[in-house]
């Protein structure tokens, strides 16, 4: 795809220490080792789990002032407003989130062509799977994410037709591809994370690497995005199994922060990922929702550890897993395991096994200093009701709520219409609208007629 050429360059020109500071002139090399597609893989300038950032800014989480969008892009303020045509022009700033998860892809391809031009042996057999492994994680991460940005929500009474996104599943940047439909798209992530599945190891470094448990929760996200309550629990319980720890938020600061998922021990942390920052300023100043914000209980330490009020009842964001700043931390996490459990439970009609889970995950959360009462429901659908509360309130800025709303959209029961006021105009995004579905930029379709633009 040409218009990715230009991110393509950047992601060889600015690896890690190894073979690619040594070959300044990145056109003229191929990596050719292990060791090569190690520190391709590690390359943490190129933020390679990073995932969209468009999303973060049209979730109904966090709001802003009149006049903040007002200055500098304006590609920004029309997402934060869910405008038709949100690039406005914008032709050197549209598209980073389409743009660089392409070239996230198009790494992960050219890392898994170059393995099969090397030959596994016993000797590098464990590098050689868990390298494999990695891209094809990876590749199925950024899919998925491409999914929720540029695809409407998954239907599947219309997925066969709905217009999912360009399967890119060659290094070379000259083809042209058109894209496939939702079915399989979703298709490819699933095949993509069975084999990723056969081959990541149990354990691995760093936190910004996948291993088993990562594979399987990414798994359980994706079938929870498809309506498939079965497979999703049981891939919610395969990566508990894997790792199920929990922090107790008693043991905590709560003036400070959370554990810095590299330097101190993060428990929940399964993979670390961060959103593409199109506005710092909006997560440091915004203001939490109200009806948000007054869904904690006085009880609840997520309150106090995960928010700070500015003196007139106003709640802005004071910690999350970024840790060193006030950030999305948009990986996977346990706490996300324990509530599609709890949420696959209920909804298959084991209402107390699926409230037992949720209970093991609020203690953690219950000032001990209070007593703590089990979860009660009059019914199922209270039960899946407060499920689903729970689950905004506990993943809160950690990158899922505009899945939620796209998943959650399809069930009446559920369904939101959601408002802004700003500048004194009201803006609305209906639940059946196509505007769930962000438009491609008008650099990549311009370059490739082939492709369908969305329908805003």
Not at 13 to 20: A, I, M, P, R, T
Not at 160 to 184: H, M, P
């Amino acid at each position: 795809m040409k218009n990715i050429l230009f991110g393509v360059c950047c992601l060889f020109l600015s690896c890690s220490e190894g073979f690619l500071d040594a070959k300044p002139d990145k056109a003229l090399v191929v990596p050719a080792t292990l060791q090569d597609y190690r520190a391709l893989l590690d390359d943490s300038e190129q933020q390679i789990s990073q995932t969209p950032g468009l999303t973060e800014l049209s979730t109904d989480d966090l709001y802003c002032i009149d006049g903040f969008w007002d200055t500098g892009n304006l590609t920004r303020g029309n997402a934060y407003v869910w405008k038709a045509d949100i690039y406005a022009g914008e032709d050197a700033f549209m598209g980073g989130d389409w743009t660089k998860m392409y070239a996230q892809v198009l790494r992960m391809n050219v890392v898994l062509e170059g393995l099969n031009d090397i030959e596994r042996n016993d000797r590098n057999g464990a590098l050689y799977d868990e390298l494999k492994g990695e891209s094809l994680f990876f590749r199925a991460w950024h899919f998925f994410a491409l999914l929720q940005s540029f695809s409407l929500p998954y239907d599947p009474a219309t997925a066969n037709q709905d217009l999912g996104i360009i399967l890119k599943l060659s290094a070379d940047i000259n083809e042209k591809t058109n894209r496939a439909d939702v079915e399989t798209s979703y298709q490819r992530v699933l095949a993509d994370l069975t084999a990723a599945v056969e081959l990541l190891p149990q354990q691995t470094a760093y936190v910004s690497r996948p291993n088993l448990a990562a594979a399987y929760a990414l798994l359980a996200r994706v079938y929870l995005s498809r309506f498939d309550y079965e497979n999703a629990g049981k891939f919610a319980n395969l990566a508990l199994e894997q790792q199920d720890d929990l922090m107790d938020f008693n043991m905590l600061d709560l003036n400070g922060r959370f554990p810095d998922p590299f330097t101190d021990d993060n428990p929940e942390m399964m993979l670390y990922s961060m959103p593409i920052l199109f506005s710092s300023a909006f997560f440091r100043e915004g203001y939490v929702a109200d009806e948000l914000y007054a869904d904690y209980r006085e009880s609840d330490l997520r309150k106090p550890m995960f928010f700070s009020e500015d003196g007139e009842g106003h709640a802005r964001i004071k910690a999350t897993y970024y840790a060193s700043d006030v950030f999305p931390m948009t990986g996977l996490t346990t706490p996300e395991l324990y509530l599609i459990k709890a949420e696959c439970l209920v909804r298959e009609g084991q209402t107390d096994a699926g409230l037992n889970v949720l209970d093991d995950l609020l203690r953690t959360r219950w000032d001990t200093e209070a007593d703590y009462s089990p979860t009660t429901a009059s019914d199922d659908e209270e039960a899946l009701r407060i499920v689903l509360t729970e689950r905004r309130k506990e993943l809160v800025f950690k990158g899922l709520r505009w899945y939620d709303l796209r998943r959650l959209n399809k069930d009446p029961r559920f369904a939101k219409t959601l408002t802004r006021t700003y500048n004194g105009e009201t803006y609305t995004l209906a639940p059946d609208s196509k505007r769930y579905a962000f438009p491609i930029p008008n650099t990549e379709w311009m370059a490739n007629p082939g492709i369908q633009q969305n329908e805003r």
